[in-house]
């Protein structure tokens, strides 16, 4: 009898938690825009998203007991497998950058100060979301891009990601488009060509001819690297030039929410490109930086993350760059 009363208590609890599942799944597909092709994709769908959601409740319950510096949570990826979003990355970044004669070496004796955040200066656009498309590089180049434009001339401009994407793929650039490029050689295409403004030439988030008009805001002079696997140099560029575009191992990063990320990533293996946009300490001592991504505001803290500073997380420190105007 009481072993009757244990397996009733069980299904009870089993039909409980799926009756959530299915409460929580209706919410994500709405919040999100989801549609499948069929039920046989959708109920696949929901498989790996039961399966995703609890390795994110166990996640969490370790960031409860302090093994952990950051939390995990739904978002727009939640529906994918691991091997899924890896292949969305961008595997181009592993490669060498190009070391163009537009390349200078960052070289500087003025102290950082203590934090910054390049936010609180307007300097900064909005968050974007780079979509299904693996231009994650054009974004990072833009980015830093737009905030040297602004730190020189005091206006805030957003740039065309989709002229990156576009106009990159031809020689000498070379480039990948939705498939993967580096920041470098957008900093070159921009130096030759110019950059135009997202409102001249939106973001599609698929390939695409290039279409640029010739009419741009800026063009660049060159670009700086700063030197690699230096840290603390990377913390001088960003507190004393401005946003740097970084290279980053991101295949454990989709469903991060918030916190430090200090999860497992490889120092060499780089697949996004971001832009460090300042960097900070806890009062517990906790040194960070603050990254902007391009996956939309809905996604981390509000569309931004912070990673473990002072040992190279996630590479961060490999592949830095920043364009000159």
């Known amino acids: 009898m009481k072993l009757t009363a244990f397996v009733l208590l069980a299904l009870a609890v089993s039909a409980f938690a799926e009756i959530q599942s299915d409460a929580v799944w209706s919410s994500f597909k709405s919040l999100h825009g989801k549609t499948y092709q069929n039920q046989v994709e959708e109920t696949k769908r929901y498989a790996i998203f039961k399966d995703n959601l609890r390795q994110i409740e166990e996640h969490n319950a370790k960031f409860e007991q302090g093994l952990t510096t950051y939390k995990q949570g ?22 060498k950058p190009i070391k163009s004669g537009n390349r200078t070496l960052f070289k500087s004796s003025v102290k950082a ?34 905030a040297a434009y602004a730190l ?26 939705c498939y993967g490029g580096l920041m470098e050689a957008a900093f070159d295409y921009i130096k030759d060509s110019g ?44 507190g004393t030039i401005g946003p740097i575009s970084v290279a980053i191992d991101a295949s454990n990063l989709s469903p991060y929410a918030s916190g430090i990320y200090d999860g497992s990533c490889s120092p060499y293996t780089l697949d996004h490109g971001v832009l460090a946009v300042g960097y900070a300490t806890t009062e517990d001592g906790q040194d960070y930086w603050l990254v902007k991504n391009s996956w939309g505001s809905s996604w981390g803290e509000e569309g931004y993350f912070k990673l473990k500073r002072g040992e190279n997380h996630c590479g961060i420190a490999v592949e830095p760059s920043y364009p000159t105007l």
């Not at 091997?83 to 592993?94: G, I, K, R, T, Y």
């Not at 100060?113 to 833009?142: H, L, M, Y």
């Not at 973001?203 to 010739?214: M, S």
């Open 74 to 95: 739904i978002n727009k990826f939640t529906d994918m497998t691991k091997d899924e979003f890896v292949a969305m990355l961008n595997s181009q970044l592993s490669s």
């Open 195 to 238: 950059i135009q403004s997202e409102e001249s030439y939106p973001y599609e988030g698929v390939d695409n001819d290039c279409r640029a008009t010739g009419e741009y805001v800026t063009k660049v002079t060159g670009y700086v690297d700063v030197a690699e696997f230096e840290e603390g140099d990377l913390v001088t560029a960003v």
């Open 113 to 146: 100060p203590e934090s910054i955040d390049w936010r609180d200066s307007n300097v900064v656009t909005p968050v974007k979301d780079q979509g299904t498309c693996g231009s994650c590089w054009a974004f990072s180049a833009t980015g830093a891009t737009e």
């Open 152 to 177: 020189k001339n005091g206006t805030l401009v957003s740039f065309s990601e989709q002229q990156i994407v576009d106009c990159t793929k031809v020689k000498p650039y070379k480039q990948l488009g």
